[in-house]
């Protein structure tokens, strides 16, 4: 199943000469740094040592189990790079005695994780954020747009909402009407206010163009809404400006961190600190460099040019960013746990690397 859904991700993100100069093992090792710390997280709910105690765990609970856990011929792909690049014993045919590999397999993994206690398995919910993005909104009817408003009405009443957004400003398309883009923006953040939810913010184009998103908060929403300014890419003056007026806003550094297209954002974060930064990937958009796959695991080269940058560990960096995000998505309540699992699959086991976490 994971295989199909790189195989689909590869088609409908990249090129046939992009995916032509796929490199198995860049990509696979990505991949197999999620994993480790999914089951290495999995080792600690169920406290037992990783990776031995862990395999014991799994054989007592299958032991009694009846599945086919056959792996495909797609999914053993997956399979041999995991043994292969962990350095663990090569699989023997589709099917072997329980090891820690047979957990790549959907169904071993969802009868390991329904053994969990209710709240051990929080950490695995799904949450998610719905807005009308700027280009969406500049290429709808508005027949359709009022559909979508409603539609994101009745989107927000749910728990699993975290979030309004992205929303915001656009001016990449031709023809842009920014009129209509401003009207539903500002809708969307009076439904966040109303709703009691944080929003994250989309603004492509010059800095006359943030300055009117900017505008738009300051008239639409109190000094203490959460804000994630998704991909900021703005100047020193934006930052400052949006930073001292909002208490709650943080700023989201991507790979643009990477080039010469956005120096500022380097800048910014030399004189400023990271006080205020949480880390994205924006995959599959956005490049760490050429001919490589966006995924999420490229938030870990960011932490480490922000490091560099500022001349303190990469561990400092996470932290940081990671109490940010806790802030931004209200720790303590329904927005606690939106990025908390991902940042436990990325950093918390890595060997060079550790990260506290709530749990």
């Not at 007592?60 to 997956?78: A, G, P, Y």
């Not at 209710?118 to 280009?135: E, M, N, S, V, Y």
């Not at 700023?251 to 994205?280: A, H, M, Q, S």
Request: hydrophobic share 35%.
């Amino acid at each position: 199943m994971q295989e199909g859904r790189l195989e689909y991700h590869g088609k409908e993100h990249h090129t046939a000469d992009e995916r032509f100069m796929w490199d198995e093992d860049e990509y696979g090792e990505s991949w197999v740094h999620l994993m480790n710390g999914l089951l290495r997280e999995l080792a600690v709910l169920n406290n037992v040592e990783y990776p031995d105690g862990l395999m014991k765990h799994l054989s007592e609970i299958m032991s009694d189990v009846k599945t086919n856990r056959n792996f495909t011929e797609q999914e053993l792909s997956l399979v041999r790079l995991f043994n292969r690049l962990n350095d663990y014993p090569a699989l023997q045919g589709k099917k072997s005695v329980y090891s820690l590999h047979s957990l790549i397999h959907w169904k071993v993994l969802i009868i390991v994780i329904s053994k969990l206690q209710p709240d051990q398995q929080h950490w695995l919910k799904t949450f998610a954020d719905f807005g009308i993005h700027p280009r969406t909104v500049n290429s709808s009817s508005p027949s359709n747009l009022h559909r979508h408003l409603t539609d994101l009405e009745y989107l927000v009443k749910s728990s699993r909402t975290v979030a309004i957004g992205e929303c915001g400003l656009d001016t990449s398309d031709r023809n842009v009407n920014l009129s209509k883009q401003i009207e539903y923006l500002e809708k969307q953040l009076q439904l966040a206010v109303k709703n009691s939810l944080p929003v994250v913010i989309h603004c492509r184009g010059n800095d006359a163009l943030h300055l009117t998103l900017l505008t738009s908060l300051v008239n639409c929403c109190p000094k203490e809404q959460k804000i994630h300014w998704h991909c900021f890419t703005s100047s020193q003056e934006i930052y400052l400006t949006a930073s001292g007026h909002f208490i709650n806003l943080v700023f989201g550094i991507t790979p643009f961190i990477f080039g010469n297209r956005y120096p500022n954002i380097r800048e910014i974060i030399k004189e400023n600190g990271i006080d205020r930064l949480v880390l994205e990937s924006d995959a599959p958009y956005i490049k760490y460099k050429e001919n490589q796959i966006p995924n999420p695991y490229i938030v870990n080269f960011v932490a480490e040019e922000i490091s560099k940058l500022l001349n303190i560990p990469v561990e400092q960096v996470f932290e940081t960013t990671f109490s940010n995000t806790q802030k931004y998505m209200e720790r303590g309540s329904r927005y606690e746990e939106l990025t908390v699992f991902v940042y436990i699959c990325l950093f918390r086991y890595m060997k060079k690397l550790f990260i506290f976490t709530p749990f």
